[in-house]
Nanobody, 123 residues
């Protein structure tokens, strides 16, 4: 069982930066691949970024590649999403998710989810 709690959301102007954090419970965090997803009102949940259990492999949606960076600290049971050059279209509720060993771009591949944190980018 893994419990996830996101933090770091807020309101930022276009072009600004935010860093989201996801804190995980449990002693087996290092066995889990982690993903970030987002969902805007009236839209489907979409993949943002993912990272392998050891942190050696990452994946990004084309819409955020070069602007967002996912990282993790297995000693602190945290995964971080650094977001730069934010755009109004990045506005959404961002959630982190965990899956044993393997990450996916499909949200259905994840077993555990946080409650989400809101990111609002003003133009």
């Amino acid at each position: 069982q893994v419990q996830l709690v996101e933090s770091g959301g807020g309101l930022v102007q276009a072009g600004g930066s935010l860093t989201l954090s996801c804190a995980a419970s449990g002693r087996t965090f290092s066995r889990y691949a982690m993903g970030w997803f987002r969902q805007a009102p009236g839209k489907e949940r979409e993949f943002v970024a993912a990272i392998s259990p050891g942190g050696g492999r990452t994946d990004y949606a084309d819409s955020v590649k070069g602007r967002f960076t996912i990282s993790r600290d297995n000693t602190k049971n945290t995964v971080t999403l650094q977001m730069r050059s934010l755009k109004p279209e990045d506005t959404a509720a961002y959630s982190c998710a965990a899956n044993l060993a393997v990450y996916y771009r499909n949200f259905a591949g994840y077993d555990y989810w946080g409650q989400g944190t809101q990111v609002t980018v003003s133009s």
